[in-house]
């Protein structure tokens, strides 16, 4: 059993940052996949970024070079650094882990807002 308890998010102006964390408690390993999908308002959830602790991350295109998802193993953590923020990356980000021979586990989702 996982549970994945995520904290950052709230309101930003267009240009700014924000940091996401996900903190898992339970069944993670180094070979764990975690990070974060995203879901915009009437939009299907996407990947966003995410990866094993041991391993590169990989990154949806449209957050390459802005967005920058960094782990801790030893506090369980993965953090979701958000930079230079545009208006479409307004979503609910939610985190999640990938372990084997289970469904994905998911945190409860972290709002970010993004004004022009």
């Known amino acids: 059993q996982v549970r994945l308890v995520e904290s950052g998010g709230g309101l930003v102006r267009t240009g700014g940052s924000l940091r996401l964390s996900c903190t898992a408690s339970g069944s993670i390993f180094r070979s764990t996949n975690m990070g974060w999908h995203r879901r915009a308002p009437g939009k299907q959830r996407e990947f966003v970024a995410g990866?094993?602790?041991?391993?590169?991350?990989d990154y949806a295109d449209s957050v390459k070079g802005r967005f920058t998802i960094s782990k801790d193993y030893a506090k369980k953590t993965v953090y979701l650094q958000m930079n230079s923020l545009k208006p479409d990356d307004t979503a609910v980000y939610s985190c999640?882990?990938?372990?084997?021979?289970?469904?994905?586990?998911w945190g409860q989702g972290a709002q970010v807002t993004v004004s022009s």
């Open positions: 990866g094993t602790f041991s391993g590169s991350p």
């Open positions: 999640y882990a990938l372990v084997a021979g289970s469904l994905p586990y």
